[in-house]
T-cell receptor, first 115, second 111 residues
């Protein structure tokens, strides 16, 4: 139980294009999902908190117009990197809060490479 | 959230117990201690959490000192698949809110 999936697992895109990453909780409902970013040899950095049915809360320094987050259902949140640039290349990881267990579970991550 | 301090790296022989320390001297009464690990190029994996009592599950044991200023994660019989970065995180409430990751301890299990 408590499985979180992400799609795609990796993506390569050209600079200026937009990329959508999906995060799904497969066997539990998640009222809250989180999006993290991890650069090589660094720790995870929280980007935003996504609550089902409401606007996401972004951490300081994260551009909300560049990283669009939608949490339309209790099992799905999406992160769209708009007008991606090479500096957006990173490992993007989502997590979902299992309310029943009051624990946070992470997806396998999506590796984004912007050329 | 209270800050945590962990050694940057540790080695452990395969089959032996791995004891990973964490200092959280500024922890407050309502903050839990959480442990996650991240195997290379994967998302973090939840291991265990506790408030003040020692905890054990199928993966590990968590020993919290009486003053709660430090804790130790114990992997009783380390295997090569336990090689990962281990993060100790202190968080208010039951930890289901956003987690702030430090630099963690890179554990290498040696054959």
């Amino acid at each position: 139980g408590a499985v979180v999936s992400q799609h795609p697992s990796w993506v390569i895109c050209k600079s200026g294009t937009s990329v959508k990453i999906e995060c799904r909780s497969l066997d539990f409902q998640a009222t809250t999902m989180f999006w993290y970013r991890q650069f090589p040899k660094q720790s995870l950095m929280l980007m935003a908190t996504s609550n089902e049915g409401s606007k996401a809360t972004y951490e300081q320094g994260v551009e909300k117009d560049k990283f669009l987050i939608n949490h339309a259902s209790l099992t799905l949140s999406t992160l769209t990197v708009t007008s991606a640039h090479p500096e957006d290349s990173s490992f993007y990881i989502c997590s979902a809060r299992d309310v029943g267990r009051e624990t946070q579970y992470f997806g396998p991550g999506t590796r984004l490479l912007v050329l | 959230d209270a800050k945590t301090t962990q050694p940057p790296s540790m080695d452990c022989a395969e089959g032996r117990a791995a004891n990973l320390p964490c200092n959280h001297s500024t922890i407050s009464g309502n903050e839990y201690v959480y442990w996650y690990r991240q195997i290379h190029s994967q998302g973090p994996q939840y291991i265990i959490h506790g408030l003040k009592n020692n905890e054990t599950n199928e993966m590990a044991s968590l020993i919290i000192t009486e003053d709660r200023k430090s804790s130790t994660l114990i992997l009783p019989h380390a295997t090569l698949r336990d090689t990962a970065v281990y993060y100790c995180i202190v968080r208010v409430g039951t930890g289901a809110n956003n987690l702030f990751f430090g630099t963690g301890t890179r554990l290498t299990v040696i054959p």
